[in-house]
Structure formats: C-alpha cells, structure tokens
C-alpha cells in the first residue's frame, strides 16, 4: 500500500578522480553535459544542475512527497542541501586545476514552506568573495514566480588537491 521510488547512480569515483584533473568549470559542465556522472546525492533527492558560469550555479527541484517531514512539508534538510550544493558549486566554478573547496559553515533561514503544490523551485548560487584560502557565497531558493523561500550562506575553504599517483 505504501509509495515507492527507485532510482540509480554512477560510481562517484569516476567524478572525483576527473575533478583532480580539470578545472572546477569544466567539471561542472562536463557534469552538466552528462559527459561524467554526478554525484549520487542529484540521484538521492532527484535534483539537476540547469546552469553553470563562472561564480555562479543553478540546481532545480521539482518537490515530492519523497521530501516531505512528518507535518506535509518538505524538509529543512532538503532545502539545506540543495542550498548547499548551489553556494559551493557556485565556489567550484571559480576553482582552477590542482584546487579543491569544502563547505566550512551553512547558515539557512527559511522563509516559506514548500509542498508538492509549490512546482519547481530552483536554488541559484553566487560567489560573494573568493580570496586564497576562503571564499564566501550566497544561495537563494526561489519558485517559479521568483519568491524566495529560503536564503543561505557559506565559508568554504580552498586548499590544493594532491597530484594523481601514477
């Protein structure tokens, strides 16, 4: 009687061994272009990644009962992820090869609830300030009218990517 939902992912390490090797655009891209796969976590919550420039990323959503918390709504931590996803990517995108990032803190407010009535929402990440060793971005969950439903920052930190064994 219950729902059930079936999906797949590629082996992530394909990506991560081509992400040492390109630089943070082309690996974004080539992702985007389905070229490599992504990573298991679009799979998990059904999410794409729609656009990719410089500084800057688009991942969208279309919510499903999958997402929902136990009050009918969709959970925090999607919205975080998808928060997440956007302000970091948005900092990988600025990335040259040999560099790498990792999200130091996520700061969500959330601001509207989203059901399965809310249609597609997408999460838009922008690079406020990129320096050597930290950078700071923005993400912003919007729907379809461009309402925002929840807003996030994050600190992630640079550092190189040790040179491929071999």
Same mark, same amino acid.
């Given at each position: ?6 999906? !797949?992912? +590629?082996?992530?390490?394909? #990506?991560?061994? @081509?992400? &040492? ?6 690996? =974004? ?16 919550? *059904?999410?794409? =990644?729609?656009?990719? +420039? ?9 919510? &499903? ?11 925090? &931590? ?16 600025? %990335? ?9 803190? %996520?700061?969500?407010?959330? %601001?509207?609830?989203?059901? @399965? *009535? ?6 838009? &990440? #922008? ?20 309402? %925002? ?15 491929? !064994?071999?």
């Amino acid at each position: 009687m219950g729902r059930i939902r079936t999906y !797949q992912w +590629e082996d992530p390490a394909v #990506t991560a061994e @081509v992400a &040492g090797r390109v630089s943070g655009m082309e690996l =974004l891209r080539e992702m985007r272009a389905g070229r490599i796969p992504g990573p298991p976590i679009l799979a998990t919550l *059904d999410f794409t =990644l729609d656009e990719v +420039e410089s500084g800057r990323v688009v991942f969208s959503l279309t919510p &499903g009962e999958e997402h929902y918390n136990p009050i009918g709504s969709v959970h925090g &931590g999607v919205y975080a992820t998808l928060l997440d996803s956007a302000a970091g990517c948005a900092v990988h995108s600025t %990335l040259p090869v040999g560099m790498a990032y990792t999200s130091l803190d %996520l700061n969500v407010k959330f %601001l509207r609830r989203i059901t @399965v *009535d809310t249609g597609r929402v997408r999460a838009i &990440g #922008t690079v406020v300030n990129a320096g050597r060793r930290t950078a700071l971005a923005e993400a912003k969950l919007v729907d379809e009218a461009d309402r %925002l439903l929840a807003h996030a920052t994050s600190s992630c930190m640079l550092f190189p990517v040790p040179p491929a !064994q071999g």
